[in-house]
């Protein structure tokens, strides 16, 4: 037999990472995993969803946008809110996370090399920087990557970190820009778009594509893009970069049909890069694609049977929340640890303000597959505790199977819809029907609630359509 160091190498301290480190552990195997001393926890907790979720969080307390239908549109906790006003909550939090990852990792008997990891061989990774020297070499029986992504930078931009930024860059901004330009539609470019403009930025955002978030219910998109362009958010869809200039007073963003957009900060959000272009793959035996991505099994192991891959480093779905199961269905897998395959039925979270949030089909999806169904919606700002909490936009969707009753999707609009939608995947997951949801009992006022009132909404629906077939 043949003797490695460990029987588990991970590369990178993500989520997926994280998780795939802990679950070799509970095994009873010997577990290392290697990342740079300033970015345990991954881009997850130092650069990506813990910091921009956070400041989120100061934005919406700051602002007072959460309480101005009660209190009044000039309503703010803060006057003259500064980058050192978000940053200071955005900091205590990464700390204290990173705090945890440490901690978990410590608890477990996990080694935890500071450095880059790279492939010697398929079994051997070099660990340059490490805390054992400036060069360590370790092997592993199986070799988890995990390393994630980057944004990805266009050749033809000058990026400076000042006026002209990628999204992981936005936490190094030195002032709050009274303008911004955000280049791309997707689920980070818009969450940053709705932030800076609660802050009172003037925001355009400009996308190649017709239309943003295409992957969700378009009314729901709809209702966030109204909202938007009540907090002076200007969309310029069909359209295409082509320069961005910079001087003493700002940027100049000029489009491919001729436009010209002044402003004081320019923020690209054009998709992301795996983080394999560091890892010498050819030594293992492996290749990325041209987005640096790796190809995995539906056990998630790669072309070279011993060496696996999670989370972002593997592309869609790209969440911290699949990541996780990932990296641990990774490790069980290796090991021989029977498992059960993670449900199909996932929620996408999206943090604007407001929040979106879904979980199985969209209406399109639906209609273009023919499956009969009929709408049940219920609005904050008919629950009582919409009107305390002074949400006056959200909304709640159910799409029900007209056929045997079963909720097909389930779409949130509003305050706590990354937490409600839950329930609606919970109930999905069960197979229950809609007749759960009318004969349950909520608690009472909440936004909870929602769910009653939609379903009440749906079966109205449906019993009046039977009614009118059966004459």
Do not use: W
């Not at 909520?442 to 019993?463: G, H």
């Amino acid at each position: 037999m043949t003797s490695y160091d460990y029987d588990l190498i991970v590369i990178g301290s993500g989520p997926g990472g994280q998780k795939a480190a802990i679950a070799g552990a509970k095994l009873g195997k010997r577990v290392a995993i290697i990342d740079k001393q300033e970015m345990v926890g991954g881009v997850c907790a130092n650069t990506g969803t813990i910091p921009s979720k956070t400041l989120r969080e100061a934005v919406m307390y700051l602002t007072g946008m959460s309480q101005r239908e009660l209190y009044g549109a000039s309503y703010r906790v803060k006057q003259d809110i500064t980058i050192s006003d978000l940053m200071a909550r955005t900091q205590h939090v990464i700390g204290r996370e990173v705090q945890v990852v440490r901690a978990q990792l410590h608890r477990n008997g996990i080694d935890l090399l500071n450095g880059v990891g790279r492939f010697v061989d398929p079994h051997t990774v070099a660990v340059e920087g490490s805390h054992r020297g400036d060069h360590t070499t370790i092997s592993g029986e199986f070799i988890v990557v995990a390393t994630g992504t980057t944004p990805a930078r266009p050749s033809v931009v000058d990026f400076d970190e000042e006026r002209i930024l990628d999204s992981d860059e936005v936490f190094a901004l030195q002032e709050i820009p009274s303008s911004l330009v955000v280049v791309g539609a997707g689920v980070i470019g818009i969450e940053y778009a709705s932030m800076f403009a609660a802050l009172g930025c003037r925001v355009t955002v400009v996308e190649q594509r017709e239309r943003m978030l295409d992957f969700c219910d378009p009314e729901i998109v709809e209702s966030l893009k109204f909202h938007l362009r009540d907090q002076a958010v200007t969309f310029r869809f069909d359209e295409k970069v082509v320069d961005v200039s910079v001087s003493d007073s700002g940027t100049i963003t000029t489009l491919a049909s001729g436009k010209r957009i002044p402003a004081a900060a320019v923020m690209y959000s054009a998709g992301r890069q795996g983080c394999t272009d560091k890892l010498d793959l050819a030594a293992a035996g492996l290749e990325a694609d041209r987005r640096g991505r790796l190809t995995v099994d539906e056990h998630y192991r790669t072309p070279v049977e011993h060496i696996y891959a999670v989370g972002d480093v593997i592309g869609f779905p790209a969440l911290a929340a699949t990541s996780m199961d990932q990296g641990r269905l990774a490790a069980y897998h290796a090991f021989g640890e029977p498992v059960h395959d993670l449900t199909a039925l996932q929620p996408i979270g999206i943090y604007t303000i407001p929040e979106i949030s879904y979980c199985g089909a969209t209406e399109t999806e639906l209609t273009s597959s023919a499956v009969p169904y009929e709408v049940g919606i219920s609005r904050y700002r008919e629950l009582a505790r919409g009107q305390i909490v002074g949400d006056a936009y959200g909304m709640l969707k159910l799409l029900v199977s007209t056929v045997d009753r079963k909720i097909l999707g389930v779409h949130v609009f509003g305050t706590g819809a990354t937490d409600l939608v839950h329930i609606g995947q919970a109930v999905m997951g069960c197979g229950g029907t809609v007749d759960y949801l009318v004969d349950t009992v909520f608690n009472y006022p909440t936004l909870s609630e929602a769910y009653k009132v939609a379903a009440l909404d749906a079966t109205n629906k449906i019993r009046a359509l039977d009614r009118f077939t059966t004459g």
